[in-house]
């Protein structure tokens, strides 16, 4: 738990929220358009953090489950007609029953292993998307991803599609926090620290690995869904192990930097991962080098992640508890 002051995270919202609905008068389109990829991807990130930063089950295939919600999304709106909620809540779904069933190998295997079946299968969905012609367009995707229209409120203008991402993002991160804040949420983080103990305790580890799972996925569905028509075409390409906003290594990146197991950590990781190339930009071709340079500098010296950094230097710590020390802690309390 972090341990910053009351006050200082309210200011430090504020700010932040006050920033964000200010920006549609403070940018150009391609400014907001930048922003608004920010906010899709920290909900992709919000489902990530979940599976990996509270569950503590490594995956790296979270950019499938944003793919298939777009493809479901981009397939129900423009081949078949459909309104957006309707494809937006069968995205979940289906993400959903698949993130349950790629959870059974995490209660076989863990950490690198499971990295390596996660990894497997993102590059199954992959080769569906590229291959299967009849149902994704192969490499050809699906163009003209209609935006919503809400309450007769046309989403087509930049500004208003903003605003309902902006939405979109606080409705999902209020629900998270709750879910985190509940038994679920302090069952997962059991089974993360200390699954023998969490089932001794009568926690049932098998279906809070599986929930951990499907919900993280669910949330990269939803996170799909709103993708689609933010870029109104879909291709098999951006859901790979790219440096994309939606491959795997860059979902991965903005938990791990940001801060797995904060709650903000997904919203500063994807400030990182979204918005820093763009303010590096300056620098341009050796922009991607001066990106790669800061961010092997950041993992060296802040392996908790940056909210992690804050977080020790508020509460005095030196440096982070290793894993033998964690470890001999737990015992310690336990023989007391």
Not at 141 to 156: D, E, Y
């Amino acid at each position: 738990m972090m341990r910053f002051r009351t006050p200082a995270i309210v200011l430090a919202l504020v700010a932040c929220a006050a920033f964000l609905l200010a920006a549609p008068y403070l940018f150009r389109p391609y400014g907001l358009f930048i922003l608004s990829t920010w906010a899709v991807m920290s909900i992709a990130a919000v489902g990530l953090n979940l599976t990996l930063g509270y569950a503590g089950q490594v995956s790296l295939a979270h950019a499938a489950f944003v793919g298939i919600g777009s493809y479901v999304t981009a397939y129900l709106t423009v081949k078949m007609g459909w309104a957006f909620w309707p494809t937006c809540i069968f995205s979940f779904v289906a993400c959903f029953c698949v993130g349950w069933v790629l959870g059974y190998p995490a209660l076989r295997v863990q950490h690198h292993y499971l990295a390596f079946v996660t990894l497997a299968f993102n590059f199954l969905v992959y080769l569906v998307f590229r291959n299967e012609e009849w149902l994704t367009g192969g490499i050809y995707g699906i163009a003209n991803v209609p935006r919503p229209t809400v309450l007769g409120w046309s989403m087509k203008h930049p500004h208003n599609f903003y605003y309902f991402l902006l939405a979109h993002l606080v409705v999902i991160s209020l629900l998270t926090w709750a879910l985190i804040r509940s038994p679920w949420g302090r069952a997962f983080v059991a089974v993360r620290e200390n699954p023998i103990r969490a089932l001794s305790l009568g926690v049932d580890t098998r279906r809070y690995t599986l929930m951990a799972f499907a919900i993280g996925a669910g949330i990269g569905g939803l996170a799909g869904s709103l993708y689609a028509p933010l870029v109104g075409f879909i291709d098999p390409s951006p859901f790979v192990l790219s440096a994309t906003p939606t491959g795997s290594l860059s979902l991965l990146l903005m938990v791990v930097v940001g801060g797995s197991g904060y709650f903000f950590g997904p919203f500063v990781g994807a400030v990182v991962a979204v918005l820093l190339p763009e303010w590096l930009r300056f620098a341009q071709g050796f922009y991607l080098m001066a990106y790669a340079v800061l961010v092997m500098v950041l993992m060296v010296y802040c392996p908790t992640g940056l909210l992690g950094l804050l977080d020790r230097i508020f509460s005095g710590k030196k440096k982070p508890d290793t894993e033998l020390e964690s470890r001999a802690k737990t015992a310690a309390e336990t023989a007391r």
